[in-house]
């Protein structure tokens, strides 16, 4: 080796950070002065400090909160639709279709005469419970899939790389429709075709990750140890690509609710008369052109605010993670 | 803006630091990083700051320019360069001041330079800034590359900084520092990150330059010798403060302050040698920084400290007309008395567990190691033929690309040799990779790399790191793995409260504790150490070196000593083996090696080497680069480089046998051992070569 790992500049040349860790804590600019010999002094970089500390930081961010408050609402939404909605979602009543807002129904009614505000409020109840499991499912599985593909490289990352560039050659969407027209529409069949899709997309991620870790001499230490590869890639690696990985779930989960909503817009996702903003949609853009602007513009509105205020956190989380 | 004060250049000197904090705030705090600093650089003069890692060294050079980073702001004091208030420079007149009276060099010329412009236009880029129509830029850009004895400026200007090596790139970093002929030139450890011999001909460009243009120069570093060298002032900072000051031969030869005194006994000397005598150390850790501590900063690890000390801060005594020193006790600080003077007790197994055996425990035959780099074959390894044995130290040394670290990786499984090479443990054959050895075999090889940030899983505890190691080396669980556990971090001189740590929470010295105390962990046989102690503190690395020391002569391990630092060599090695260009040179017991006669590319390496008694020999300077392991020269592949080599054209063409010379020392080369012995003047002079030794 060359000799170039010398006892490192204090404060290096400005935008430089020599201290790894230990500078991740400060924005880029920011070096801390002397103490190196950490542990001792007032600047504590315990692991449940360095916790602390980021919650923190997230908390102090306006975007995280903003987009904390929406989702929240949402999901106190799905979760206690039935004490929120004021009608029956399904409840129809010929006696009020497509009534416009006003004090009795808020958000007006559908051509069926359902009340838009109860649809809104009870359709956030299947897309938050589909989402968030194939994301999930997502991203173990791709998760899984990145790291044999990193730590092992050769053979096995081509194979599996060509794979993956293959089936992301199309867009999500129209892989999950085959696989949806395939197996038929359930929500089952749109956890485990989006979870698909998403692995896929997640692995290539972990891997470059994975890459980065893979010649550290923590690694090459374990293999003297005699460690099997599923300890090396699971206990040694896997703790320390967490931060891209947090990052890839919430940035996907974003996708995934608009995934899930386009599918059922396009009538392979939740079928009616389930209350579902995706649905209603396609259920009522027909009346648009009728001047029933609401039925169509309040689901969609949910829709959007869901997918900002998800991206809103995953921003912040991504700026925390990253530094 | 200045211009009441002295014109400048007039008389004023170069630059002027007086009283000078610095402070960063770190969440929320103002923390005092340099703290009352204050000396001054007359033109022409050079002026020397050492210190270890977190001493303020740097952050007091990069306030000069006013490039510190954002959370740094000078907080009290004042610099004056050529006479003007650096501090009081609106924009442009900084930009000016940069641009024409200050330059800086670094560690990394590798990231001084835009990888993707020719160099050529780099340089010349720094004329134009001056005023130079663009034609004449490139023709004085050319000059400027051959002040610094760069051989053929014009193939270096064509060339994009990737194609050069790291002593060619920091000349040309040099050449476009000068460019602008500034009043001051802050060269931050310029040489640091190259190898012994191009740091020694770099060392040699600078003062050379020196001579010639009318800079004054401001020279960081860690290295005690390499200040020693290039500077006639120097100050020895500890904890944001200068603590001593005064003429280089002068602080050196009688230090003054108990932390100088203490710095200097740290280093190797050729006095030192394992099992003899103990390498002394500066207990204790630099204090945290944002802690004020009542009186001395250096008290709590000083061994002349009492009651005064901890509450009177001393001031910067005068010890002499040309010194200072921040001690009460200054008078006393060379008798301070070593460390852990109970343990140095004379006498004590002077020959250490080396037993002399003659069966090896590891034989290397014909080991060989080639890459496939695109289309080339590179050569790292070439035919090794190499043995240890139990108990002993073999030091490796060699320059970087010389494949002292494959060698390492082959030995311990991680890198498989070629097809025909050979390795036996206790007359067992080795399979090429770990994962084919058997657990058995994988226990009894362990390694320590150099980083040990890179080396130690930071999401995992101390705890958890030696843990696991003693469950798949040592085969624990339960309560004797928890005893086991604590006998082995206390070996390594560390306690039960490290065990719940991360690696981020530890100093640099106890993460390569850590690292030590995991590869102890099944008791090895044989312990790789891949520079160990290359990226740690002097006073670290004399604990460091203490403590392999230690656990050598109670566990009887061998050792396989990889460094660059001979002085560090030569402290813990029984023998030495040299290697060139994946070629083993020379190998055999370290006094006959480093005694010599040796061999013309271990004599380089030995008097490339810039000593602390500042009385440097004749020195044997190794001109050109390291040629390209994809293409290495015809014959002996050191002939390029050689300062003997032979007039007849035998060297051109045929290369040399590993000969044994005498018993157990062998060497590659065409000249016969009593010719060598006259050319390096072993017969007579032998004390030169010798004076230059570790830093």
Known sequence: MPPDHRPDLLAPPAGRASLGEAATLHGPGAIPPLGTEAGAGPIDYSPRRIRRERLGELLSTKPFVVGGIILVGWIVCAVFAGQLAPYDPLAQSLTATNAPPSATHWLGTDSLGRDVLSRVIAGSRDILVISPLATMLGTVAGTAIGLVQGYFGGLVDNVVGRVVEAVLALPVIIVAFLFVVAAGPSELTLVLVIGFAFALLIARTVRTAVLQERDLDYIAAARLRGESALHIMFAEILPNVGGPILVEFTVRLGYAIFTVATLSFLGFGIRPPTPDWGADIAANAGYLSAGYWWETLFPALAIASLVIAINLVADSIEAVVIQ | ?695
Not at chain 2, 283 to 289: D, R, Y
Not at chain 2, 528 to 554: K, M
Not at chain 2, 598 to 604: I, R
Request: hydrophobic share 40%.
């Open chain 2, 1 to 695: 803006m200045s211009g009441a004060a002295p014109a400048p250049g007039a008389e004023a000197p170069a630059l002027e630091v007086s009283h000078l904090d610095i402070s960063y705030k770190v969440r929320g705090a103002d923390r005092l990083a340099v703290r009352d600093v204050s000396f001054t650089i007359g033109r022409r003069d050079s002026f020397g700051l050492v210190g270890e890692s977190g001493c303020g060294k740097s952050t007091t050079a990069l306030a000069i320019p006013r490039y510190l980073a954002r959370n740094g702001r000078v907080s009290a004091g004042t610099i004056r360069l050529d006479g003007e208030d650096v501090s009081r420079l609106g924009p442009e007149a900084l930009r000016r001041l940069r641009a024409r009276k200050v330059a800086m060099v670094y560690q990394e010329p590798g990231r001084a330079l835009n990888p993707s412009i020719k160099v050529g236009r780099q340089v010349a880029e720094v004329f134009e800034l001056a005023g130079v129509p663009r034609r004449e830029a490139m023709e004085r850009s050319g000059e400027a590359l051959g002040r610094v004895q760069i051989p053929d400026p014009r193939r270096v200007m064509r060339s994009y900084p990737h194609q050069l090596s790291g002593g060619m790139l920091q000349r040309v970093v040099i050449a476009m520092a000068l460019a602008s002929q500034p009043s001051l030139l802050v060269l931050d450890e310029p040489t640091t990150a190259l190898d012994a011999t191009v740091e020694a001909e770099v060392l040699d460009l600078i003062a050379s330059l020196r001579q010639e243009l009318h800079t004054a120069i401001l020279f960081i570093s860690h290295n005690l010798a390499v200040i020693a060298r290039m500077c006639d002032q120097v100050g020895v900072m500890y904890a944001g403060e200068i603590v001593e000051q005064g003429p280089a031969g002068e602080l050196f030869g009688q230090p003054r302050h108990p932390y100088t005194v203490g710095l200097l006994r740290c280093v190797p000397a050729r006095r030192h040698r394992k099992g003899v005598s103990r390498l002394d150390t500066i207990p204790g850790f630099l204090p945290a920084p944002g802690e004020v501590a009542a009186g001395c900063i250096f008290a709590p690890r000083c061994r002349l400290a009492d009651q005064r000390c901890t509450v009177e801060s001393p001031p910067m005594y005068q010890v002499s007309e040309t010194r200072g020193s921040r001690c009460h006790y200054h008078q006393r600080a060379p008798d301070l008395p070593e460390a852990d003077a109970a343990t140095v007790s004379a006498g004590q197994e002077p020959d250490g567990p080396w037993t002399g055996s003659t069966t090896p425990l590891i034989a290397m035959r014909g080991v060989s190691k080639t890459f496939a780099v695109r289309n080339e074959k590179v050569r790292a390894l070439s035919d090794i033929d190499l043995s240890l044995y139990p108990g002993e130290t073999l030091g490796l040394v060699g320059e970087s690309g010389s494949g002292k670290t494959t060698l390492a990786k082959v030995l311990v499984g991680l890198v498989a040799p070629d097809g025909g090479s050979a390795l036996e443990l206790e007359g067992r054959s080795l399979a090429p990779t770990a994962l084919r050895r058997a657990q058995e075999q994988r226990r009894a090889m362990q390694i320590v790399f150099q980083n040990p940030d890179s080396a130690l899983n930071r999401r995992h505890s101390v705890r958890h790191i030696i843990g696991r190691a003693l469950t798949k080396l040592a085969g624990l669980s339960g309560r004797a793995r928890q005893d086991r556990l604590l006998e082995i971090v206390r070996s390594v001189r560390m306690e039960e409260r490290h065990l719940p740590l991360r690696p981020a929470q530890l100093s640099g010295g106890l993460k390569q504790r850590v690292a030590i105390a995991r590869a102890f962990a099944g008791s090895p046989r044989v312990l790789v150490c891949d520079e160990p102690t290359s990226a740690l503190d002097v006073s670290v690395q004399a604990a460091i070196l203490n403590l392999l020391a230690d656990l050598q002569g109670r566990e009887g391990v061998t050792y396989l000593f990889i460094s660059h630092d001979l002085g560090v060599v030569r402290y813990l090695s029984d023998r030495i083996a040299v290697l060139y260009l994946g070629r083993l040179m020379e190998h055999g017991p370290a006094e006959t090696v480093f005694a010599g006669p040796h061999h013309p590319y271990t004599e380089a390496l030995l008097s490339a080497v810039p000593s602390l008694d500042g009385q440097a020999g004749e020195r044997i300077r190794l001109g050109g680069e390291i040629p390209s392991p994809a293409n290495p020269p015809s014959g002996c592949v050191f002939h390029t480089r050689c300062p003997r080599r032979l007039a007849s054209g035998l060297c051109e063409s045929t290369e040399p046998p590993l000969t044994e010379v005498e018993p157990g020392h062998a060497v590659r080369c065409h000249i016969p051992l009593p010719e060598l012995r006259r050319l390096q003047g072993k017969d007579g002079r032998a004390a030169e070569l010798q004076g230059a030794e570790g830093r």
